[in-house]
């Protein structure tokens, strides 16, 4: 059963660019958790969905940032105009239903913002 | 109220030795608290986890003892090998209607020398 699957793994984009990050769950799962981890800092939480519904954005910026999970395909992130502050290390996971406390991560997308 | 501290920052241990991560915090509606262990570049595996009707779970070296009155629960890493070495967050969650994010601590970064 192959993990959690993000891409790409490393992301270079201009200030201004748009970046979008993708988040393919583990086999069976229908939860997506996006966090956020800043350089030499603890992971943020940003958002939780199931297919086609937003569950939880308590901690995606208001603007510039948004997700989503269609029934078919992968999660996306997307990160429109980025700020050099947008530059981090971006994790998805995933969890099973019903008792959805395990977390299973996946190996992140670094990116970078010149 | 929603923060978990976590303590010490850095950690030099040698081998064979006790490791001892220390975490604290305030909602007393988290019932879910694991531990994630994450290696340079790679994102966090679970650990260990433990919810709070029980004071200690132990797996292998690694033992959590949880202390439900001071709110505060802890990990120990028993005979501590260098390839233990890496960075250690504590988490905690809340069994809320339709969102269980992980809240995470600011990591501990292990160091474990022959």
């Known amino acids: 059963n192959a993990g959690v699957m993000q891409n790409p793994r490393h992301l270079v984009r201009r200030r201004g660019q748009e970046a979008r990050l993708r988040c393919s769950p583990m086999?069976?799962?229908?939860?997506v958790y996006w966090y956020r981890q800043l350089p030499e800092e603890g992971l943020k939480f940003m958002v939780y969905?199931?297919?086609?519904?937003?569950?939880?954005e308590s901690g995606m910026p208001k603007e510039r940032f948004s997700a989503e999970f269609p029934k078919e395909g992968p999660s996306i992130l997307r990160i429109q105009q980025v700020v050099r502050g947008d530059s981090a290390a971006y994790f998805c996971?995933?969890?099973?239903?019903?008792?959805?406390?395990?977390?299973?991560f996946g190996p992140g997308t670094r990116l970078l913002v010149l | 109220q929603q923060q978990v501290k976590q303590s010490p920052q850095s950690l030099i241990v040698q081998k064979g030795g006790i490791s001892i991560i220390n975490c604290a915090y305030e909602?007393?509606?988290?019932?879910?608290f694991p531990w994630y262990q994450q290696f340079p570049g790679k994102g966090p595996a679970l650990l260990i986890a433990?919810?709070?009707?029980?004071s200690e779970k132990k797996e292998g070296r690694f033992t959590i003892s949880f202390n439900k009155s001071a709110k505060q629960f802890s990990l120990h890493i028993m005979d501590s090998q260098p390839g233990d070495s890496a960075t250690y967050f504590c988490?905690?969650?809340?069994?809320?209607?339709?969102?269980?994010?992980?809240?995470f601590g600011t990591g501990t970064r292990l160091q474990v020398f022959p």
């Open positions: 996971a995933s969890s099973p239903p019903g008792p959805k406390e395990t977390q299973y």
């Open positions: 086999k069976g799962h229908s939860h």
């Open positions: 969905l199931q297919k086609e519904n937003i569950i939880d």
């Open positions: 909602n007393t509606a988290f019932d879910y």
């Open positions: 433990i919810r709070p009707d029980v």
């Open positions: 988490a905690a969650s809340r069994k809320a209607y339709n969102t269980d994010k992980l809240i």
